[in-house]
């Protein structure tokens, strides 16, 4: 199916968005850091990022930023514990298509996954 890229340090998160998108059909990347998440973006240009905005050596609006700038049709979807107005705001101006807070369920992420990747190929889901 489409190539996803996760961006998250915490292993258990990790490992449960990797098996749900794989069972799903995807093919699926995984990076632990900023920089490791950012390079796996250039190398497998995934046609969609989850990244968590609490990374352990770069800010991740920066890695949003930056991964906007590099690969711009990517689809970005930010998973983080924020959930201030505010924070929303930031991370969908820094180029994310998309704003989950922690905890979410599995089940709401493969729907949206799901759904940005049918707009992405142009089929609007809906039933004729």
């Known amino acids: 199916m489409s190539r996803l890229l996760?961006?998250?340090d915490d292993v258990t998160i990790a490992t449960t968005l990797e098996l749900a998108l794989r069972a799903g059909g995807h093919t699926?990347?995984?990076a632990?850091?900023?920089r490791a998440g950012i390079n796996a973006a250039i190398a497998h240009?995934?046609?969609l990022v989850l990244l968590d905005l609490g990374l352990p050596d770069l800010d991740g609006l920066s890695v949003c930023r930056e991964i906007?700038?590099?690969?711009?049709?990517?689809?970005?979807v930010l998973l983080t514990a924020h959930r201030e107005e505010l924070d929303v705001v930031s991370g969908l101006e820094s180029g994310a298509d998309d704003y989950l807070t922690k905890p979410f369920r599995v089940i709401e992420v493969l729907a949206?996954?799901?759904a940005h990747l049918r707009r992405a190929n142009g089929d609007s889901g809906l039933v004729q």
């Open 6 to 8: 996760v961006i998250e």
């Open 68 to 76: 906007r700038s590099l690969l711009p049709a990517t689809i970005i």
């Open 112 to 114: 949206r996954v799901g």
């Open 28 to 30: 699926v990347f995984w």
């Open 45 to 47: 240009k995934p046609q």
């Open 32 to 34: 632990s850091t900023g």
